[in-house]
């Protein structure tokens, strides 16, 4: 069966961290790019972060820039979104996203290409971030 599943989320202190799993079965996530997206209620999903399958690349949004790292693991066949001194402001469901595609995503224009033509989507985790 081809998905992908994503872990991790729940209820953090401001300040706090997470790390968010976003495992792929039935398919290689290492030949796709794949990327983290959010969305708060009354919102329109936005992009995150996102890993390229070329070179390893990586795109992150400016509200997450320094607190968030995403990374691979082969291995596990696995992307992982370590968030850091996360804020209210961070609460959101959030997704995984793969799209086999060999270009760089280093833009915020390249995620919003993959969120509109990405292959297979998670079905998403909360993050809730509150005193």
């Known amino acids: 069966q081809v998905q992908l599943v994503e872990s991790g989320g729940g209820l953090v202190q401001p300040g706090g961290s997470l790390r968010l799993s976003c495992a792929a079965s039935?398919?290689?996530?290492?030949?796709?790019?794949v990327g983290w997206f959010r969305q708060a209620p009354g919102k329109e999903r936005e992009g995150v972060s996102c890993i390229s399958s070329s070179d390893g690349s990586t795109y992150y949004a400016d509200s997450v820039k320094g607190r968030f790292t995403i990374s691979r693991d082969s291995a596990k066949n696995t992307v992982y979104l370590q968030m850091n001194s996360l804020k209210p402001e961070d609460t959101a469901v959030y997704y995984c996203?793969?799209?086999?595609?060999?270009?760089?995503?280093?833009?915020?224009?390249?995620?919003?290409?993959?969120?509109?033509?990405?292959?297979?989507w998670g079905q998403g985790t909360q993050v809730t971030v509150s005193s």
């Open positions: 996203a793969a799209d086999r595609t060999p270009h760089k995503i280093t833009t915020a224009q390249a995620m919003g290409a993959l969120m509109n033509y990405a292959d297979y």
């Open positions: 039935g398919f290689t996530l290492d030949y796709f790019a």
